[in-house]
Every structure is written in C-alpha cells, then in structure tokens.
C-alpha cells in the first residue's frame, strides 16, 4: 500500500476520564505469571478499529454505550482496573484497587469514507484516534488500559484503545472485548467467565531448562562479535497486502510437497526472504525467524488453559539460517523453516520458558536487523468485537515494530478476505523490501 495524502480535520477531545467498574470488586494483589512479566511484554501496544453508521441503532450514542459497559465488564475483568508493582526479582503483580482505566470521549470532523485507508496500519491518524495522556503509558503505577471513542460526522464511529502487553495478548484482550460487547448488547454477565489462573505459566519447582531459546542468545556476527542494535532513526512503515492472486503467484515458488503450506507460512517465508535481500547484511552472518504460536486451543491442549484464561499464552520459537542460504535457496526452504519454527510449540517448551525467565532474569530480546519476529493476529476474535454497530470494518494492531511485524485480516476487499503485513524499515531498505516482493509475486501471476 502506498503513502497517502495527509488529511487535516479537528479532532475535539473531552478530559480523559477514569472509568471504574460499576459494583465493588476484590481488594487484593494478583502475580502475572512467569510469562507474562517477560521484559519484551513491558510495553503498550495499541489497536484501533472502525465502525460505520447503523441505522438501526439511531438515537444510541456509541461512546455512553461502550463507556457504560466497559465499566459493567470490568467488575469481571476487575484486575485490569489495578495498577501494576514491581516485587523481588523483577517479579510483576497488579494491585487491584480499582483505579480504574482511562477513557476518551471525542468528535472529529471526518467522514469514514474521507479517512479512507489511513485507518489501517501504520496509521499515520494514530494519534488522533488515541490520544497519549502525558504520563499514563509507564508500566508501573500507570493505568493499563486506555480508551478513546471518537465519532465521525457520518454517524461511524473509531474505537481506539491501548493495554499493557503485561496483563493480556491479543487473543486475552478480545475476550476481554467480547465481555464489553455482550454487555453493551444487554448481557447481565459475560457468556465466558474470565479466569486468572496465571499460576499456570509459572517456572516449576525447581526451574529446569529443557529446550533451546535462540531467540534470546546474544546477536554475534560471522566473527563472533556483538551485532550493534537497531538505529531508530530514519525509519518507514508500509503495510503489503496479500490476497488470493499474490497466494497463488507464491505458492508456484513450491515444491509439490510444500503446495498445501497454510498461508501464514508462506507470507513468512516470503517477507523473511524480502527483509532479508532489502537489508544487504553479511551474506556469512545469520538471521532469526521468530514466530509467535498461542498455547491455546487443542495442539497443545494439554497445558489445560481454561476457555476464559486472558493472561500471555504464547511464544516465540525461532530458528536460524545463515543470510546467504536464505536468500540463495528457493521459497521452500524458508518455508520449511517456518513450520520448523511453529512445531517446537508444545507443552515442555512452554514450561521450559518459563524456567528459563526465571533462572536467566527475564532477559530482553536482542535489537537488531538479523532479528525478524512475526505475530498473526488475524484470528484472534479481535474483528468480533460488536457494541450494537455490527462487527468493525477493520480492526488490528495499529503499527508495527522495528523487527516485529503482525499480520491483520482486511475485510474492506471485494473478493475474499486478505491479509496486511506492517513492515517498518529504513526507507531505502523498504524501497528495496517491495521491488524484491514484487519480483516473487508477479513475475508468476497468470494472465
């Protein structure tokens, strides 16, 4: 997707509010799990959404709905209204004292139709849809959610919203969501009761390391020295689309045994592939794909997450390959690699990250270009999220990271479902990244 035209329009904000829950909650402190107080989850990650008008929900006000049943669903969700402390060891707990979160009430003068594409990622209206109170994104002491309602002239509506990664991920904030939703729509309770249990993606007794975690090995170069980490500055980001006719232009790259790889697989391999050619690193040096797999669901069913858990269940399984056999082999080596990746997921090598936060001291991830980390987030239930206006016309992460990249589902297409793919890099690198991507999936694109 291209850069677009800047839009100017006021955006009136009303003072940022704290929204408590509605009836007394617990009083009571509550450890994050082992998984959950990893050093790379201590950050704010954002997620916007957009809602067109519905006429049958005139005379309702989108922001006194979802203000009244956010409030309603925190009595259920009680410890996202706490603030968090650091204890011994650099171990995190909410305290649950129902501060409550942070919550934006706004207008903007703009239609759904004029914001067009700047909505999905980057997006560059970021910060008008999700205002930064000066001082609320610390880890410590800071509210962990925000929210901003902002509505647009054509009776739609952007739903903004910022959590901290400590307390849930994607597939944690959506039931979270679905509790708003439900009870927006008149719900008495949430149909899923959320459940705690962080206890469950503690270190053992005592911690024993049982698997490999190269994502978090030092970067050293083909000389044994350190790779410098990541300068910020002078970066892009750009969203690519995949849809059915790139999928098919990049499954002809495969062998006959590779041709039924899932399409998270293959956009892997094939962005890996771009990243890699566009940075022109040491062909001798290696590189890293790290992709995140969740804990939940029945593959690895036997780590028992309960259906309502909303605590961090996932990891990063990363495996290796020197930057010249990546770029010289065909499409399928990377995508072997992706499956090799995904496949050390299991029940051990979860338990073994744990043990092995705690015994190494929650070491950050290294920074560097030879790091790559992808994240589908295209069913996580987050494009599920209905207040009354039926479900968003996109909903996602907003922006991606140096090297971390999400996938997000884009409805707004005539023809079957695609798939964007943020990607942040220095600018020459990412005119680089789209020719290489170009060459892979239209050079096979059938008249």
């Keep these: ?35 959950d107080d990893q050093d790379g989850l201590r950050f704010h990650f954002p997620v916007i959404m957009s809602y067109k008008n519905n006429p049958s929900m005139k005379g309702n006000d989108a922001v006194m709905v979802i203000r009244e049943a956010l ?34 009430e706004a207008n903007a003068d703009v239609t759904l139709e004029q914001l067009g594409d700047r909505i999905l990622p980057p997006c560059p209206l ?42 849930c991920d994607a597939a944690g904030l959506a039931k979270f969501l679905n509790a708003i939703g439900e009870m927006a729509q008149g719900a008495d309770s949430p149909s899923m009761p959320p459940v705690w249990a962080r206890e469950l993606l503690n270190a053992r007794d005592p911690p024993t390391i049982t698997r490999w975690h190269y994502e978090y090995d030092q970067l050293l170069d083909s000389q044994g020295s350190f790779i410098a980490a990541i300068d910020q500055s002078n970066m892009s980001q750009r969203s690519f689309y995949f849809g059915p006719q790139q999928i098919r232009a990049l499954r002809k790259h495969l062998p006959p045994h590779l041709s039924t790889c899932s399409s998270f697989e293959l956009i892997t391999a094939c962005v890996w592939k771009c990243r890699t050619l566009s940075l022109r690193l040491n062909p001798k040096d290696t590189v890293r794909i ?32 020197t930057v010249e056999l990546l770029c010289a082999s065909p499409l399928g080596y990377g995508v072997e690699l992706v499956r090799k990746s995904k496949a050390q997921m ?12 705690v015994i190494r001291g929650r070491p950050p991830l290294p920074m560097g270009w030879n790091v790559f980390v992808v994240s589908d987030n295209r069913h996580t239930g987050l494009g599920e999220f209905d207040v009354g206006w039926g479900r968003p016309l996109f909903a996602g992460l907003a922006r991606a990271a140096s090297m971390i990249s999400f996938y997000v589902r884009d409805n707004n297409q005539e023809e079957e479902f695609g798939t964007l793919v943020p990607i942040c890099l220095p600018s020459t690198c990412l005119e680089r990244f789209e020719e290489e991507l170009k060459k892979m999936t239209l050079e096979h694109v059938e008249e």
């Design 290 to 321: 790290s992709c995140a797999v969740n804990a939940r669901g029945k593959r690895i069913n036997d780590l028992c997450l309960p259906s309502g858990f909303y605590g961090n269940a996932f990891s990063i399984p990363t495996v290796v390959s």
């Design 71 to 104: 409030s309603r669903a925190l009595v259920y969700y009680y410890p996202l209204a706490g603030r968090l402390r650091e204890g011994p060891n650099r171990k995190l707990m909410v305290e649950c004292n129902g501060e409550g979160v942070l919550f934006i």
């Design 1 to 35: 997707m291209g850069s677009l035209c800047p839009l100017l329009f006021p955006v009136n904000r009303f003072e940022t509010e704290l929204i408590t829950p509605a009836k007394p909650t617990p009083i009571e402190t509550k450890q994050l799990s082992d998984i």
């Design 126 to 167: 970021l910060e008008e849809f999700l205002f930064n109170p000066p001082g609320s994104d610390g880890i410590l002491g800071c509210p962990l959610l925000l929210v901003q309602v902002t509505r647009l002239t054509c009776g739609g509506f952007i739903f903004g919203l910022r959590i901290n990664h400590t307390m």
């Design 346 to 357: 299991d029940k051990e090598y979860m338990q073994s990250l744990a043990d092995f936060f």
